[in-house]
């Protein structure tokens, strides 16, 4: 048999389904891509999205025709939008992984268990006569706008549910299947916002907050949104608490319930003229329905958001749909506030840390029409948006925008490309952007829109550099320069308070012996064991494997055997020791493991307990701390070390960072940064917060070493519990891989970290032309590894460890 029929490709929901496959099945004749289908799946149904329809002949199909089943019920009102399974199969193309793969962010998420039955009368029934019983349901339908639903809650009457199959078997009304309507909650949705009580609150953070620390946490993301107002899911998601804790804070009036739809609206600041500049650009690729890409470049504070603010309101004017992307949703509480401030019920948050529910109607919304601004994190640009006028990536030099984990996408390759499909601006906004947007805004790919004044009168701390090794040549070797010390003095004088930075947990990084050299591996794991002091455990940062440490060198039997290097437990000791007068705290991963602890330490350094708190980034992200006058770095060092081509990128992206914590309050600000490269640039730089100075440095860097943005990476990554297979495997793939056109081989090579969790890894790095596509590359690697050996392989990666 020769024929060929209309058939239509399924990707399962894994969360409905088990598998995470796409399926074949008869086409009907009015099924769309996108569309949502309940499919036979062996003897029981699973949701899935149709992501192909197509002619195919058995041959093609490689089974007969005839097995083909077709689709078992459609479900109605939950289709994704076409340009979404368009971005999908790019996703899988560009970053070769599977289609379901790709797919998978674009399902709503728990959408099978709130399906429901609905019953509906046809637009133009058929004319049949009719029992009264029949006729009667025919008017309740026609009472109720047309469908009803049997739900589990509201199940229908056994003989209303007969009389419907039957008035279906005339062609009177119709039985699909769709999402329960959400209830809409009496007296409209309520919000949540701050009291305008500020001195009340003040109170709190400042006497009662450290019995009550997670209510306090819970102002303090929340004051970093004056006084807008959130859903109780969202705050919940921000700050990581509980309803007890919004009860409690609600009932003593520090939060009040608002109506969505009575928001104050703060009355929006007359842009200044280069804000002007960028918002008029933005708006006539809105208005032109062009795809234009613009990076706004602008140091904190110097009004981006309100350029965004203004573009979104553009588009909205246009009847058009807005999507901001955020580095991380705890974070975000400020850009949430401000875009409800001015856009109220329009907006919806998308965001994994929602309750189920608020989830699917959230995204229900965005379908749906009634939120047309979305805000989430990356996997936002798998929102259900069909009409899109403006795409927004906030930080866009944040490293959380490249996925780790299968589908390796970059976020803001897949922001240009959503918009190239919608015909619409793309706004990528930093006060540090990548080396590469920023050269391709030299190049004219971006459009570059600059604020080179700060918008609020808000002033840049004073950055100041130690040498640590100025105290080594003189012998006299100590964790704090002679300034740093100083300035700690004076400002706990003062009653300020200080944070100390550094990017290392644990006391030492290791232990060595003093006589022979030996140090304390993993023995999982290629890498040194951490010593951890307040248990007196070597512990492995990346598998968690710990032991006790010795009394003697296993290898010379010296006694001398002990921590080397910093952390900041270290860190922590050492400063209690030199400031008995003040109050240390720590906060790094290993204290914040402990439920209730994050919470506990920034609601007492809030309140003023806590004079010096030392930690790593933790401490440097999302919270305004206004009596905060002094940020120490302890070593800048420890990212400039790192072996990737990105250390000095990261390293002033992160000096940036830190030095934006010192003086956010009244009083002036001062960042000390110590380090023994006192006359990199990444810290130069930092300390004159120019950031075109460190990019004109950094791109010759990279174009002399020839790394992006002039050459596009690949890294295929062989890992397996054999050495010798993943060598077999790695060299292998080298050889096959040097055959191919217009691609440098670099390597195999054992990766940074050779051993993790007992797997040994090796990598290839592929160089290639910026606008080389990785299929063949995909391709080549097919089949490769097998059951021993897994190959990963990560288009435009973000990390070579
Ligand atoms: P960024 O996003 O670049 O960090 P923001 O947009 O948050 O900067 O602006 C910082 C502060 O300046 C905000 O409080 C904002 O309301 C205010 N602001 C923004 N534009 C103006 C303006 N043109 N005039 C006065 N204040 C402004
Ligand atoms: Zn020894
Ligand atoms: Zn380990």
Redesign the pocket.
């Known amino acids: 048999m020769n024929g060929s029929e209309r058939v239509v490709d399924v990707v399962i929901d894994p969360r409905s389904g088990g598998a995470q496959a796409v399926y074949t099945y008869q086409a009907t004749p009015d099924v769309e891509e996108g569309e949502g289908l309940i499919v036979p799946l062996g003897n029981r149904t699973a949701l899935g999205f149709a992501s192909e329809v197509y002619e195919a002949t058995e041959e093609e199909l490689g089974f007969p025709l005839t097995s083909l089943k077709p689709p078992t019920a459609k479900v109605r009102g939950m289709s994704l939008p076409a340009a979404l399974v368009e971005l999908a199969k790019f996703v899988a193309d560009e970053y070769l992984c599977p289609l379901p793969i790709a797919l998978s962010g674009a399902i709503p998420p728990g959408a099978r268990e709130r399906l429901v039955t609905a019953w509906s009368l046809v637009p133009r029934p058929e004319k049949a006569p009719l029992t009264p019983l029949q006729k009667e349901v025919v008017r309740f339908l026609e009472e109720s706008g047309g469908t009803i639903y049997d739900t589990k809650s509201k199940k229908l009457p056994a003989a209303t549910a007969r009389a419907l199959k039957l008035l279906k078997g005339k062609g009177i009304v119709e039985q699909t299947l769709e999402i329960a309507p959400f209830e809409e909650k009496k007296g409209g949705e309520r919000l949540l916002r701050l009291s305008a009580d500020e001195k009340r609150i003040e109170d709190f953070l400042t006497h009662e907050g450290k019995r009550k620390p997670a209510q306090a946490l819970t102002l303090m993301r929340l004051q970093t949104a004056e006084r807008s107002s959130f859903s109780p899911g969202e705050i919940k998601g921000l700050a990581g608490v509980t309803d007890a804790t919004l009860k409690a804070l609600t009932e003593v009036g520090l939060l009040e319930t608002v109506a969505a739809d009575e928001q104050i609206v703060a009355k929006p600041?007359?842009?200044?003229r280069y804000?002007q500049l960028a918002i008029d650009a933005v708006s006539d690729a809105i208005q032109t329905r062009e795809f234009r890409p613009f990076l706004l470049f602008?140091v904190?504070?110097?009004?981006?958001?309100?350029v965004y603010l203004r573009a979104a309101a553009e588009a909205l004017r246009a009847g058009r749909q807005i999507l901001y992307l955020v580095p991380e949703i705890a974070l975000a509480a400020q850009g949430i506030g401000r875009l409800r401030e001015r856009f109220g019920s329009k907006v919806a948050v998308l965001h994994s840390d929602l309750p189920p529910g608020e989830r699917l109607r959230n995204w229900m919304r965005a379908r749906n029409g009634q939120a047309p601004v979305v805000l989430g994190a990356r996997s936002a640009l798998f929102a259900p948006l069909d009409n899109l006028g403006l795409i927004i990536v906030d930080e866009e030099h944040e490293a959380s925008y490249k996925q780790e984990s299968s589908p390796r996408y970059h976020s803001k390759r897949l922001a240009l490309q959503l918009g190239a499909m919608h015909r619409c601006p793309v706004v990528l906004g930093s006060a540090t952007p990548s080396i590469e947007s920023f050269y391709e805004a030299d190049q004219g790919k971006l459009t570059l829109l600059s604020l080179p004044e700060r918008?609020?009168s808000a002033k840049l701390p004073e950055v100041h550099i130690d040498d640590l090794g100025q105290g080594y040549r003189e012998g006299r070797p100590a964790l704090l320069c002679d300034d740093l010390h100083k300035r700690i003095e004076q400002t706990v004088a003062q009653r300020h308070q200080v944070i100390l930075f550094l990017n290392r947990r644990a006391y030492a990084p290791f232990i060595i012996c003093r006589d022979c050299g030996y140090q304390a591996k993993c023995r999982n794991c290629a890498v040194s064991l951490s010593f951890h002091r307040r248990d007196r455990r070597l512990r492995c940062h990346h598998c968690g494997y710990s032991e006790n440490p010795p009394d003697q060198c296993p290898k010379c039997r010296s006694l001398r055997v002990s921590p080397f290097g910093v952390g900041t437990e270290k860190v922590e000791e050492v400063v209690t020791e030199l400031f008995p007068q003040a109050t240390v705290a720590r906060l790094d991963r290993d204290v914040a493991r402990k439920k209730g602890a994050l919470e506990d330490i920034f609601a007492r350094f809030r309140g003023g307990d806590i004079d010096i708190l030392v930690g790593t980034q933790m401490v440097a992200k999302g919270l305004d701390f206004p009596n905060v006058t002094l940020v120490g770095v302890i070593a800048a060092d420890l990212s400039l070390n790192i072996p990737d081509f990105r250390a000095g990128e990261r390293t002033f992206q992160l000096l940036s960072q830190v030095s934006g914590r010192a003086g956010r309050g009244v009083a002036e600000g001062h960042v000390v940064i110590q380090t023994f490269n006192p006359q990199h640039p990444s810290v130069q730089f930092a300390q004159t917060h120019d950031y075109v100075a460190f990019y004109e440095g950094a791109v010759v860097e990279r174009k002399e070493a020839g790394y992006p943005p002039f050459c596009r990476l690949v890294n295929v990554i062989f890992t397996g519990a054999s050495r010798s297979k993943v060598l077999e495997a790695s060299g292998e793939a080298a050889a096959l891989l040097h055959a191919l056109e217009g691609v440098e081989v670099l390597g195999p090579v054992d990766c940074a970290l050779e051993r993790l969790q007992n797997r040994w890894r090796r990598h290839v790095l592929l160089k290639m032309d910026p606008g080389r596509h990785a299929r063949d590359i995909g391709l080549v690697l097919l089949g490769l590894g097998g059951k021993d050996v897994q190959a990963v392989i990560d288009v435009d990666p973000y990390t070579l460890m």
């Open positions: 600041p007359q842009p200044n804000q602008g904190t504070g110097s009004g981006k958001t309100e918008a609020a």
